[in-house]
C-alpha cells in the first residue's frame, strides 16, 4: 500500500494525512532506519513502532518528528512491549544512573533506592487495564531527561501523616477481650515494642523492604510484582511470606534482647501483632 507507514502514524495519532503524505512517508523510513540503527538487537516491528509514535505525539505529533529522538522512542517502545533486552538496556544505562542524581533527595521522601524501584513499577508494569506508562515517552525530549523527572517526582511526592498511622495502630494491638496480662505487658513495654519492628524492618533486605512497599504502599498484586522481577507470580508469594516471617521474628528477637520476659510472653506479643501486620508495615514504611 502507497504511504502505508503514514497512513498508520496518522491513525495512531487521530489525525489525517497531509497535504504531502510521500514526505511524511520517507521521514518515518528515514526514523525507522535511525532508530533500528541505534539498537540493532531489538526487535520492534513497523505497525508496533507507528503506534507507539502516534499514540504519544497526538494529532499534531508530525509537526515534531524532525526532532524526535528517534532511538529513544524505540527503545521505550521495546520496554512498553516487555523485550527483556530493551528493560535490560533500560536499568542498566538510564535507570541506575539515577541513583545519585536523587540521593541528596533521600531524607525528605524515599530513600533513593526505593524511589528507583518504584520508578521501574511505574514504568514498566500494565495498571487498570493501561499500559505501562513508558508507552507515554513520545520522544520530544531526551528519554535521559524524562526519567530523571519521574524519577524526582516520586522522591519529592508527599508522604501522608505516616508515622502518625503505624505509631497509632501499634498502640492498639491489644484489642479488647484479649488476655489482661499481656495488654498490661504492651502497654507497659509499648516503646520498646515500636523499637524492635523498626529494627526489624530496618534489618529486612532491599528486595524484601521493596516487596513489601510494592504489595501495601502501591498496591501492586503479585502478577505486578512478577512483571517487574520477572518471576512466577508464586515465588513472589514465597518471597512475601518469608518476608514478613522474618520481621515478626526480627521483632521478637529485639524484644528479647531488650526485656526479661518470658516465651510465652513474647509469643503473645507478637501474635497480637501479627495481626494487625499488614496495617503497621503501611504505617511505618509510609512513615520512614
Request: hydrophobic share 45%; net charge positive.
Amino acid at each position: 500500500m502507497k504511504n502505508a507507514r503514514a497512513l498508520q502514524f496518522c491513525r495512531a495519532a487521530g489525525g489525517e494525512l497531509p497535504a504531502d503524505p510521500d514526505a511524511l512517508e520517507r521521514r518515518l523510513a528515514a526514523l525507522l532506519a535511525e532508530a533500528r540503527a541505534a539498537w540493532p538487537a531489538l526487535r520492534v516491528d513497523d505497525a508496533a513502532l507507528l503506534q507507539h509514535l502516534g499514540a504519544a505525539l497526538g494529532p499534531r505529533g508530525a509537526g515534531g518528528l524532525d526532532t524526535l529522538h528517534a532511538a529513544d522512542v524505540y527503545l521505550a517502545c521495546a520496554c512498553a512491549r516487555g523485550e527483556p533486552k530493551a528493560i535490560e538496556a533500560l536499568e542498566r544505562d538510564w535507570v541506575l544512573p539515577l541513583g545519585p542524581a536523587i540521593q541528596r533527595l533521600a531524607g525528605q521522601g524515599l530513600s533513593a533506592e526505593d524511589a528507583l524501584q518504584l520508578l521501574r513499577a511505574r514504568l514498566l508494569v500494565p495498571r487498570d487495564g493501561k499500559p505501562p506508562r513508558i508507552a507515554q515517552y513520545g520522544g520530544r525530549g531526551a528519554l535521559r531527561a524524562w526519567l530523571k523527572t519521574a524519577a524526582l517526582r516520586i522522591a519529592l511526592a508527599p508522604r501522608p501523616a505516616e508515622t502518625a498511622i503505624g505509631e497509632r495502630e501499634l498502640s492498639r494491638l491489644a484489642a479488647p477481650g484479649r488476655d489482661p496480662e499481656l495488654d498490661y505487658i504492651h502497654a507497659r513495654y509499648r516503646d520498646a515494642f515500636r523499637a524492635a519492628f523498626r529494627r526489624a524492618l530496618e534489618q529486612l533486605g532491599k528486595r524484601q523492604r521493596s516487596l513489601l512497599r510494592f504489595q501495601v504502599i502501591d498496591g501492586l498484586g503479585l502478577d505486578q510484582i512478577g512483571d517487574v522481577y520477572k518471576v512466577h507470580r508464586s515465588t513472589v508469594a514465597r518471597w512475601l511470606a518469608e518476608a514478613r516471617a522474618q520481621l515478626l521474628a526480627d521483632t521478637r528477637a529485639a524484644l528479647a534482647e531488650q526485656l526479661t520476659l518470658g516465651d510465652s510472653e513474647l509469643d503473645g506479643m507478637i501474635d497480637l501483632f501479627a495481626s494487625k501486620l499488614e496495617v503497621s508495615i503501611t504505617g511505618f514504611l509510609r512513615g520512614e
